[in-house]
């Protein structure tokens, strides 16, 4: 190869990105929060169906259920009134064991429960009992997706960064999540460009937004669930997932709702054991 065309190579360097997984980062958002909810529950029927990676679980399952309230953030209806915008975590306290065909105790050996109850202790110090975490402020890592070295990345991990003090009050701008209205004349086809402080929706922030339309529906007619969405909310992902039945059986699983026995969908009230 000639001298010059070697020279013209790119170097590492020029890429700005490494193959080395070491330095890769997972996604994240950083905001202050407050803790509202952080005690222990039975894992719900629903949460314990068999899936694809372990059968169904027939004993109690305990589970450490967080629920953070973003301080940076709400999210406004199109009738204009706002909800919290609130962040789901916590962790099984047991898990199920394929060697032992039993649920057992969490320990260092499920990495990412070992990693979040770690992260949660080094920052408050105590942590047991669960519910004298309740009211304190912290700054919060969320990832949508973080691996812990398996198959399948884990989803929705919640951690707290750093202590702030029991006065905190946050100053800065409170960033307005708008569920936006869309123009709804035939063909159109636009949505509303968000301005600076209405951005669009995520699908996370979207499933929030959805809840309050839940309320009083039956798990068991999904199309009357789809058919009373306001437009900016009929994503393709929470249109597919309300028809299979899988957001219903998510959102129930985090505790998030609850579902009668007839199907009838209601909140989970918050601070409820």
Known sequence: MPEEARTNEPTSEDFGVSVDPATWVDPKETFPGIIEVSRKRWASDEYKKETEFRPAITDPLPQWDIRVRRLDAELVLPDGSKVPAIRYGGIDLKKYSAREQALVPISSRFP???????????????????????????????????S???????????????????????TGE??????????????????TTPSATEPELS?????????????????NDPASIITSL????????ILTSL??????KDLQAAGTIEVATDGTISLTVVGEA
Request: zero cysteines.
């Open 174 to 191: 409170v960033r307005l999540i708008t569920v936006r209205e869309r123009a709804e004349t035939e063909g159109a086809t636009e949505a």
């Open 148 to 170: 812990f070295g398996g198959s399948m990345p884990a989803r929705n991990v919640l951690v707290p960064v750093s202590v702030l003090p029991p006065d905190y009050q946050y």
């Open 230 to 237: 306001p437009p900016e909310l009929r994503l393709a992902g």
């Open 112 to 146: 990412k429960e070992y990693w979040i109850a770690n992260e949660w202790k080094r920052v408050f110090g105590k942590i047991e009992p669960t519910e004298t975490l309740e009211g304190k402020y912290a700054m919060f890592d969320f990832y949508p997706s973080k």
């Open 243 to 248: 028809a299979t039945g899988d957001l219903i």
């Open 203 to 219: 699908a996370d922030e979207a499933q929030t937004a959805l809840l309050p339309y839940l309320v009083g529906k039956n798990r």
